[in-house]
């Protein structure tokens, strides 16, 4: 499963971490490395929550049913409605999960959060802008101030591995599970992604909503053993995905009372997925530095062309191509959530003028409306070396104003990329900037 234990360090170096975010030398950018956003550089918001903890400023709230979580998650601004729900063993309280008692996961821009019914701790991932995913269990007791806890080497047996490209970061698996939730196979290899056809996702997951007849692979488990599961693939194909699908409730798989919802949203499901693999490029890019632009070095002074000189291959061009949400599977039917997440998250902004932002949802054809990412918005992305925010802006821009893109880009319709070039220069200074010429000053 994705996220699935609370993962340490944020890079196994600190001699790669400091390369990473110092400046390219001789780039010539006018852009410099920033941590606009960031009360306190390289502060991520769970250590800024300890801090306020243990300075007295903020007192979580113990709940006999649930432990400090709904506490928690109003302290970190993370909405109840991003609720998904995972029943795949594939956590570090692997004991405690099973598809009756589901792992919860909420989420916002900077921060994650899992917790299990009665576990001991609940785990968190919290991205440092400086420093990328950083780790951190919470010690469910309720004697004195909560504990929080950085943790390390336990977490990244799985999140420091070749799904997250060497670097730790975000896992979102599909995977076959036996009856007792014990994982048989994958759906599909590495993490989840905006490219990753319906069909294949959330093996292991359950999902609410409807979604006409594409079908998915949530709500699905063997009746069998894992021990009596002789050929995984063929099971895989004999499966009817039919039944798990266009789920309103879970009502028939376990007691949804245990949970603060009763949803598993779709919605907030396909935002996950594409938020994790964001985030995994931002702390790849950020690790790599100025190798992240592959063999083509930052030019001084020059404007990037990304869409016609795509340094390919690259970090940075792979960031870029996510940002845009390039080669994205186009939805064969409406997909439609049944919790609050759809509005909540739409009103999170920032609105442009004319009421419009890059949060608002498609869900006809595709996810947003706009499809250029929000995470543009965030500390992570801000904190990018100033060669790697150039890269990504000048991709952007190029997207929306050329003639003829290349096919991968053909979602971009001619209103569309009028509306995000709009959107843009309304609320991201740095891009307006940039488009406006100053960034070669």
């Given amino acids: ?3 699935a ?5 944020a890079s196994p170096s600190d001699r ?14 006018a852009i410099e490395s920033s941590s606009a956003g960031s009360a306190q550089p390289g502060i991520d918001p769970v250590r800024s929550l300890q801090q306020r903890i243990e300075s007295g400023d903020v007192a979580l709230e113990y709940d006999s049913a649930r432990g400090y979580l709904p506490s928690l998650l109003e302290a970190l601004e993370i909405p109840a409605s991003s609720q998904t729900l995972v029943f795949s063993r594939t956590s570090f309280q692997t004991d405690r999960i099973a598809p009756w008692a589901p792992r919860a996961l909420y989420f916002n821009d900077d921060v994650y959060v899992g917790w299990v019914q009665e576990g001991p701790i609940m785990e968190l991932i919290s991205m440092s802008p400086q420093n990328g995913a950083r780790f951190y269990s919470v010690l469910q007791q309720n004697e004195g101030p909560p504990r929080v806890k950085r943790e390390g080497e336990t977490c990244l047996l799985c999140h420091d591995s070749r799904i997250t490209d060497g670097v730790p970061g975000l896992i979102m698996r599909s995977t076959l599970t036996d009856r007792l939730g014990y994982p048989v196979s994958v759906f599909h290899t590495g993490s989840t992604r905006d490219q990753t056809p319906f069909e294949t996702r959330w093996g292991g997951w359950y999902v609410t909503g409807t979604h006409g007849e594409i ?11 894992y021990e009596d599961i002789v050929f995984p693939e063929r099971h895989i194909e004999e499966l009817d995905k039919r039944a798990g699908a266009n789920k309103a409730a879970l009502d028939e798989y376990f007691d949804v009372s245990a949970y603060l919802t009763p949803h598993s949203d779709v919605v907030a499901l396909m935002v996950l997925a594409h938020q994790v693999r964001i985030h995994n490029l931002m702390e790849l890019v950020r690790a790599r530095g100025a190798v992240a632009m592959g063999s083509t070095p930052p030019r001084p002074g020059a404007r990037f062309r990304p869409i016609t000189e795509p340094a390919s291959g690259s970090t940075l061009d792979r960031l870029l191509r996510g940002i845009l949400f390039a080669d994205e599977v186009s939805l064969q039917a409406p997909v439609r959530g049944t919790s609050a997440f759809v509005d909540e998250f739409a009103a999170l902004g920032p609105m442009d003028g004319a009421g419009r932002s890059l949060r608002e949802f498609d869900l006809d054809t595709r996810l947003f409306r706009y499809p250029v990412s929000y995470l543009l918005y965030t500390p ?17 821009l190029e997207a929306l104003t050329m003639d003829r893109l290349p096919p991968e880009f053909g979602h971009l319709a001619s209103s569309d990329r009028d509306a995000i070039l709009a959107i843009l220069k309304d609320t991201k200074p740095e891009f307006a900037r940039r488009s406006e010429g100053e960034g070669n000053r």
Avoid: K, Q, W
């Fill in 215 to 225: 079908t998915h692979a949530g709500n699905l488990r063997s009746e069998l053993l």
């Fill in 380 to 396: 992570s992305f801000d904190a990018l070396p100033g060669f790697a925010r150039s890269y990504v802006y000048d991709g952007i």
């Fill in 5 to 9: 234990c609370a993962t340490g360090p």
């Fill in 16 to 29: 790669v971490r400091e390369a990473a975010t110092a400046p390219a030398e001789g780039s010539g950018l």
């Fill in 1 to 3: 499963m994705a996220l």
